[in-house]
């Protein structure tokens, strides 16, 4: 069975320091995808990066990039210079392939605070 | 751009009562998904849709019901409703690429206590 463990409940950073989420994931699929979102104190969840399990580089969009560690099972979210403005959960998701049909499986989430 | 819109945005519900939680986008997304958030917790998926007349559990289906008649509303019915469904509900589209890319997309989601 597919599974999304973040082991970290909640982190804090300085502002303008770079800050690592981590994320581990389990699947017998051998095709699957790795995506992060944020959701910020307003509620709603916004997609940041996808990766796929044959992509050969991490996946970059902007200040946040994917250390996607295959062998570790890992994928683990990068935000560079952070702002204030990151201060949000962050949730780690995996594809899932069953019956036919695309799913996503969510972890519990990481609580970020980024202090000026 | 719409993307995902979700109605009503807040509600309160005493325990029995039934509501619809509406949601439409206007991507063009054939699949479709209800997620509950639990305080301080992350996403179950509640029901999902493949496309028009499809629909399937997830994994917390039981009080829920869906229907999905157009490719852009997948309405969320509760009947009776119970405590133990007060929960932030999301609705979620997309169109997956393979196994692997299914970036979904969300609404802004339905906060929803039942007293």
């Known amino acids: 069975a597919q599974k999304i463990t973040q082991t970290q409940p909640g982190m804090f950073v300085q502002e303008k320091e770079a800050v690592t989420l981590d994320c581990t994931y389990d699947?017998?699929?051998?095709?699957?995808?790795l995506f992060w979102y944020k959701q910020p104190s307003s509620g709603e969840m916004i997609f940041l990066i996808y990766q796929g399990s044959y992509d050969e580089q991490n996946a970059t969009e902007g200040r946040y990039s994917l250390n996607f560690q295959k062998a570790r099972k890992s994928a683990n979210l990068v935000i560079s210079a952070s702002q204030l403005g990151d201060s949000a959960m962050y949730f780690c998701?995996?594809?899932?392939?069953?019956?036919?049909?695309?799913?996503?499986?969510f972890g519990a989430g990481t609580r970020l605070a980024v202090h000026p | 751009n719409a993307g995902v819109t979700q109605t009503p945005k807040f509600r309160i519900l005493k325990i029995g009562q039934s509501m619809t939680l509406q949601c439409a986008q206007d991507?063009?997304?054939?699949?479709m998904y209800w997620y509950r958030q639990d305080p301080g917790m992350g996403l179950k998926l509640i029901y999902y849709s493949v496309g028009a007349g499809i629909t399937d559990k997830g994994e917390v289906p039981n009080g829920y019901n869906v229907s999905r008649s157009t490719t852009e509303d997948f309405p969320l019915r509760l009947e009776l409703a119970a405590p133990s469904q007060t929960s932030v509900y999301f609705c979620?589209?997309?169109?997956?690429?393979?196994?692997?890319?299914?970036?979904?997309?969300f609404g802004a989601g339905t906060r929803l206590s039942v007293l």
């Open positions: 998701a995996l594809s899932a392939f069953s019956g036919g049909y695309n799913k996503l499986i």
């Open positions: 699947t017998s699929d051998q095709s699957y995808g």
């Open positions: 991507m063009n997304h054939n699949y």
């Open positions: 979620a589209s997309s169109s997956p690429i393979g196994r692997a890319k299914n970036i979904q997309y």
